[in-house]
């Protein structure tokens, strides 16, 4: 009897409904074994380390601050990093955070930018001021510069005060003093100046 093509399609048929299974089976145990033969030691090196690190002490990469104060200015405050830090003061107790490389930029209503760089900063924990230490550095838009080893910035209006002696150079001016505050023009409520206050010595050197 000569079978006919219908007979040939058949058993193709039952033939793969039994091998293609079996072929499955066998990839299925080869992944498992491969699994099996994983070298743990071959994972990312230092990983439980770095989760270790963070875990006992957690921090933040590249933390951005940006309000507005109460007198319209913008401030904006980022850093390298930041770690939360537990404080205590008299009037409140609550978590702060110490940030490294840091930068504030200011930005008052008149449009005049400030920007304070230091290496290390200390947020309040009631968020009321930003402590900027390990050496200063503030350039105004005015045309100043001013190096001391420690401001602090309040966030809720537009002041700026030295917490050690300062250094100031301007346009043909060089100033020492005690302490220097940028804060609102207390005579006009839409302008901002630069007092310099405590044994001032100014040197004017007029354009040659």
Known sequence: ???GAGDGWTQLVRFLRIALPLLALALLSTVFLVARQLNP??????????????????????????GTTAD??????????????????????????AAQTVLGILTTPDGVKTDLRS???????TGDSVTFTGGVDLTNGAGYRVQTESMIARMDQTE????????ATGPGTHITALEMVLT???TRADSYVLVFTGQV????????
């Open 201 to 208: 010595k100014l040197v004017y050197e007029p354009p040659k």
């Open 184 to 186: 609102q023009d207390p």
């Open 119 to 125: 290496l290390t900063a200390q947020m309040d924990p």
């Open 41 to 66: 030691d071959d994972a990312i090196p230092y990983s439980d380390v770095d989760i270790a690190d963070r875990l006992r002490e957690p921090r933040m990469s590249r933390p951005v601050y940006a």
């Open 1 to 3: 009897m000569v079978q």
């Open 160 to 167: 700026v005060r030295s917490l050690a002696p300062v250094i």
């Open 72 to 97: 319209g200015a913008d401030l904006r405050v980022t850093a390298d990093s930041a770690t939360p830090e537990k404080q205590a003061t008299e009037t409140a107790s609550g978590t702060g955070a």
